[in-house]
């Protein structure tokens, strides 16, 4: 999947977050977003998604080359864009796997067998080492923060979308989970050849799931793009090198 973002201004609340922003995500590449808190990483997410939250005053998203701006939510999941929330929300009364269920039935024409159904989400669950148990629990309820996060790739996996948005993937993972939820997302990359937006604070994963692309959000838009050495600099040194850009400029810092 091919995405084009153009020009792209949002508002929350009469707060502008992102100013006419630019990002071409090739398919099967791999970008990463890093920035400071707050500075519209989620939202960016949250529009690609199609929230309501969130008014495009401006600026246009292609996928393939046509306007989803006009698509609902889920027209768009349809469509093969999946988002992996930063903050999976529990949803009380529908067990994982009704949940599960209806998301493969909802890309089919007639619904799975049960037989079908179970082995692939057993095999599913085998992947993410998750307990038989936690399919009749209700969506993300009473999981850890980790476990929210390995249930969103068991999700993504059943629903084989074309374009994943990972906001925050590593965030409450511990370094085995990270291993684990890595190799699934990775094997699913090298297997369905997806493109792949992936935020996040930490050049650690960017060790395991190599990015074409890190980007730097800041004041709306996206102000530096280099590769995996950019989040290394960040690392290192923090945001506050992108402060005075200018300034850096006329020093003629090298940052590769
Ligand atoms: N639904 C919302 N309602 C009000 N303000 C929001 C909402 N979503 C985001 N914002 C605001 O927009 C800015 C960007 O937020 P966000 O995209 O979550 O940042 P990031 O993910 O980069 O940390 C923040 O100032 C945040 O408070
Ligand atoms: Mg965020």
Partial sequence: MDIKIKNLTVKVKEKTVLEKLNLNIKEGEIHVIMGPNGVGKSTLSNVIMGSPLYEVTSGDILVDNKSILKLTTDERARLGIFMSFQNPIDIEGVTNQEFLKMAINSNRETPIGLYDFIKELEENYKDLSFSKEMMHRGVNQNFSGGEKKKNEIIQMKILKPKFLILDELDSGLDVDSLDLVCK???????????SILLITHYNKILE???PDFVHVLKDGKIIKTGDSSLADLIEEKGYKIFENNEKEQEEDIVYE
């Fill in 208 to 210: 395991k799931i190599k």
């Fill in 184 to 194: 699934n997302v990775l094997e699913y990359h090298a297997r369905e050849k997806c």
